[in-house]
């Protein structure tokens, strides 16, 4: 069955109230709070995508944009597709609605996204996941200061004249500044 499509642009409580427990149980650990995904929408520097299959939730995703127009990549913050209707195909369709609207509307050179660098059964199921998707794992492993567990780029080219530093570390200088933003009270 295929998934109907949605971006967002606004905060809306109501879509909000569709999503988060989505959010929630796909991220019980890390997640950004309301508020900050609120400000995000807020300051026009992200975009909830939803979609829906029978008229229900079933997959959400939270993007913003990063580098310039030359060099544009999408970052995925979080993407998340009901536990109950794994392994049906919904996660990668999901993905190419994303990349597809995202090339469209913003003229995107690469998506990005940042993935657990353990060896739990969890983080070699997402890599395999995203790997299956067509991305590219860097070798550089990233760790945060104020989270746990180490994380790593994954990129997905989607022109020719992007080039993937193979390290990730120069990627990850996109996630971060995404994140400083993400973070910065209005007006700094």
């Not at 660098?117 to 995203?130: C, K, L, P, Q």
């Amino acid at each position: 069955m295929p998934l109907e499509f949605m971006t967002y642009g606004e905060w809306d409580d109501a879509l909000w109230a569709a999503i988060e427990p989505l959010y929630r149980e796909a991220f019980p650990h890390g997640a950004k709070p309301v508020n900050i995904l609120h400000a995000m929408l807020d300051k026009k520097i992200a975009w909830l995508h939803a979609g829906y299959q029978n008229g229900k939730m079933a997959a959400m995703a939270v993007t913003g944009l990063s580098g310039s127009s030359a060099e544009r990549i999408l970052i995925i913050d979080y993407m998340a597709i009901d536990t109950q209707l794994h392994r049906q195909g919904l996660g990668k369709q999901f993905l190419e609605m994303i990349r597809d609207w995202a090339v469209q509307e913003h003229h995107v050179h690469a998506v990005l996204i940042e993935v657990e660098a353990g060896n739990t059964e969890d983080d070699v199921a997402r890599v395999y996941f995203w790997e299956h998707c067509g991305f590219i794992a860097t070798s550089y492993v990233h760790q945060y200061i104020w989270i746990p567990e180490p994380y790593r780029a994954m990129v997905l080219p989607l022109s020719q004249d992007f080039v993937i530093t193979r390290d990730g570390q120069a990627l990850f200088r996109h996630i971060t500044n995404f994140h400083m933003k993400s973070f910065r009270k209005s007006g700094d």
